[in-house]
Each structure stands twice: as C-alpha cells, then as structure tokens.
C-alpha cells in the first residue's frame, strides 16, 4: 500500500471511530437519563458545556509507535499560492443543552474562521458515510448499519459525499453560524447533540522567495463563554507551493568539440497539486537544438519527492544540443553559446505556469580567443568602467591551420572593434583583437546575448564558421 493510501486510510478510520461513536450514542440509541457533559470548572450561569472534536490538527499528529515499526510522518497537505483555501474540523455537542463557541484570536495568516452546524437531518448521512470504510478493513459484521451505509465501499465516494456536505453547510443559508469575531463575546450558540465544522480559511499569500513555503495556521477557541476559560486551539500545517515547478532552471553541456556526439541536459518540471496538466515548448524544430517532452520516470519521481512536497503529475524535458546539423549544413558557433528555452504549463484553459529555462556550454575547435588577464573560455570581460569614459582592450585571436582567415562579422553599435594581423611564435596565424566601448554610449551592466562580437573563420579547406565572443562589464555614471 502506498504511503498516500495508508495515510488517507488513518484519516478515515479515526473520523469514523469519533463518528460511529456518535452515531450510537445520539441517532440509533435514545438518550435515557443522560448526564451533561461537563468541566470541572463551574460558573455562577451554570456548568461549563464544551464541544468535542474528533481532531483539532491537520494533518493528523499520530505519536506513539507500532511495536517493531517506525512513527508513521505524515506529511502537511499542498495548497498553491495566491488561491483561497480551507480545512474544516468537525465538532458535535454531547451535552443535552445548547452552549455556545467563539474565537479568541488567529494566526495572522489565517484570513477568516467560521462555524457552521448541521441540521438535526444531516447528522445520520454523515455517520453512515464515516462508518462505510470499516466493511472494507475487514472488522467483521457491523450491525445497525443501513442499506446506504452497507453500499459505500469506495473511499472516493465517501470523500465526494463528505465534500458534498461540508460545502452545504458552509453555503446553505439560515443554519446559524457564521463568520466569528474575536470581538463577538457572545459566540455562535451550538444546540444540545449539535454537529458542525469550524472552517478556517486563508489566502496563501507568498512570503519568501522560493516555490515552497511551510506555513502553520491556528485559531484559538472559546466554549461556553469568553471568561470561562474552557476552549481548544486548532491548527492547519500546510505546505504553500507554485501551481508547477522546475528542478533547476540552468543546465550546462559543458565542452564540445568538432565530431562530438549530440549532448543533452535534462528539467524536470512538476505538480504536487495539480493531478494533470499539459507542457509545451516554444522553441520549434531547429537544426542545432531540439526539445522533447516525456512522461516522468519513477527515478525522476523520487528524485522530486526529495526536493519537498508531492508529485501528482509532471514531465521531463530533454534538450539536446547538437555541434552540426543531421544533414551537415548548420554547425554550432565556436565560443560560449547559451540558449533560453520557454515551458507553458497549460491545465486546460488555464496557464499555471511560465518558466525559462537555459542551456548553456562551449563549443572549441580550430579557433581560440585569448582576453586580457589569462582567460581562455571566450569571454572579454571589462569589469567596471566609467560611462563617460568608456572602455578598450585588446585581445589574441588564435588558429590552428595555417590558411584560415579571420574576419568581423558584426558587433554593437555602442562598440568600436578592429581586427589586426600579429606575428606569433608559435607559427599558427594570429589576430589582435581591439575592442572599445564608446564613451557615453552605454550604461549598466552588458549582456553578453546582446554585447556579442562575431567574427568569421573561413579557409584552410574547412566550412566556413563563426566565433562568438560575450563580452561583459558594467558601465557606472
């Protein structure tokens, strides 16, 4: 049995054992004699009158352990951020007079508490829906069921059904209740052997950066009267998340070379609250780089599992990145490359989720760039300079085979660059590579997708290609 299944099957044996309990005590059996249900505090109006409930935690805390078993963890229900949500928690009166519950105060991120009690019609339905799941766990023959009660063997038609009536409760009007107010002294009156739900509700406001966020909600109750001292707390954790979620959002396929096999990076991306939804790309079929979206793996599963929270639904995404075309007529740029790839996340009509993800690596072969300061993985980087006076430098364009030419293709506007002719010892054919930033011409940080230089490599026998420069810095005022 999976954990899920064994969690959702304590949950529903405890609600009905609290409600079996009920069912025989104040709808199958009359009442003969009964004694109110009391504290042993008292006040001049008479004794104080409580309300059961069958849990004031969500999820449910179990502490003790199975003798040769561990503590079974079970983990805080997921609710999206930006969306209302709520938990209900059922309460019944066994006193045989009315008494009355009111807020004493909530946690801030707890947006509303309201009550609602069930009509004296309502109670029977409920128990026969709590007590159907224990014909399934083989406890041997329940008598005083219904015919109803005997027919409910599906978890998922008890939990439909329990659904059902919460949000009658909640929605119906003239059942007494209501939203409750720390400042209502006089409460919510709950009549002798009253059912109902105290709902807390709140908006899963967003407080750190991050797509997972714990958050605990409580609200503090009061019984009988606001002085009387006599209450319980109620408490919801639960695990804010995005609707979707990535993995990571950056791969690299480090170092190719000419001849190399296609490399591929892969994203996972994932739901832990959405049962389906749909992913698509918008990078299109391309020579160079494609894009493949495939169901997840059990690995992938337990691997997301691991970075928090659930997986309901979700898909991996494999880029592949290739140094040449199939049919040979497009090859990779020399230099670093990076290529920003954009997944929509679709649950029918709605758009859950936008992410930008990016591929990035380096593609060596026949041409090196040497910039200022030793570095050798293709970038020109200028730090920080001055807007009004800009920035120059030069760098060492060098080739393997004698023959080959190197040419500019293009670079910025707000650039001056030049290529120049140098004798090397080596003997392979060498370039000085002359780069200013104009002055007054640019101001903030460089992009290297949008401060590129590219030259042109022809010659020597091979196709022609080009080389990709980024070049980075930040121009300050």
Not at 36 to 62: D, M, N, R, W
Not at 113 to 140: C, D, I, S
Not at 299 to 306: I, S, V
Request: charge should be positive.
């Amino acid at each position: 049995m999976k954990s899920f299944q064994l969690i959702l099957l304590l949950v529903v044996l405890a609600a009905a054992i609290f409600l079996i309990t009920f069912f025989k005590m104040y709808v199958h059996t009359p009442v003969r004699n009964p004694a109110v249900v009391k504290t042993s505090t008292t006040q001049a109006e008479g004794p104080i009158l409580q309300l059961h409930f069958y849990s004031t935690h969500y999820p449910l805390e179990f502490t003790e352990t199975t003798a040769g078993q561990p503590r079974q963890v079970i983990e805080p229900p997921e609710f999206e951020f930006d969306r209302d949500a709520h938990h209900d928690f059922w309460f019944y009166n066994p006193n045989n007079e009315a008494t009355r519950v009111g807020l004493n105060k909530k946690s801030c991120t707890c947006a509303n508490v309201f009550v609602f009690v069930a009509e004296e019609a309502e109670r029977k339905p409920l128990t026969e829906l709590a007590v159907a799941p224990l014909l399934n766990l083989g406890l041997g023959n329940l008598s005083g069921l219904t015919q109803r009660a005997m027919a409910i063997t599906s978890t998922a038609v008890i939990q439909q059904e329990q659904f059902a009536l919460q949000e009658r409760l909640a929605t119906a009007a003239g059942k007494g209740g209501g939203l409750m107010d720390k400042e209502d002294t006089h409460g919510v009156t709950i009549p002798a052997h009253g059912l109902g739900i105290v709902r807390l509700l709140w908006h899963g406001k967003r407080k750190i950066s991050g797509s997972i966020q714990p958050e605990t909600l409580t609200a503090e109750l009061w019984f009988h009267s606001k002085p009387s001292g006599a209450g319980t707390n109620l408490q919801v954790r639960a695990l804010l998340l995005d609707s979707t979620r990535m993995d990571r959002t950056e791969a690299s396929v480090q170092s190719l070379r000419v001849g190399d096999a296609p490399r591929q990076v892969v994203f996972r991306c994932w739901s832990s609250t959405r049962p389906r939804f749909t992913l698509t790309s918008t990078l299109k079929a391309e020579p160079l780089y494609g894009v493949e979206i495939q169901p997840l793996t059990d690995g992938d599963e337990q691997a997301l599992r691991a970075l928090g929270g659930s997986v309901r639904s979700g898909y991996r995404v494999v880029v592949t990145v290739r140094e040449r075309s199939v049919d040979g007529t497009h090859r990779l740029d020399l230099g670093p490359f990076r290529r920003r790839i954009e997944l929509k996340a679709m649950d029918g009509n709605e758009e859950i989720g936008n992410h930008l993800v990016l591929v990035e690596g380096t593609m060596r072969g026949g041409v090196r760039v040497l910039a200022p300061g030793g570095r050798n993985d293709g970038v020109i980087a200028l730090g920080t300079f001055a807007v009004r006076t800009g920035r120059d430098v030069t760098a060492t364009v060098e080739a393997d085979k004698p023959g080959q030419v190197v040419k500019i293709e293009r670079h910025p506007d707000f650039m001056e660059v030049h290529l120049e002719k140098d004798a090397s010892a080596s003997g392979r054919p060498t370039w000085r590579l002359h780069v200013k930033v104009l002055p007054l011409k640019v101001v903030g940080d460089l992009k290297p997708d949008r401060s590129e230089i590219i030259l042109r490599v022809e010659g020597a026998g091979d196709p022609v290609r080009q080389v990709r420069i980024p070049v980075t810095g930040t121009a300050t005022q």
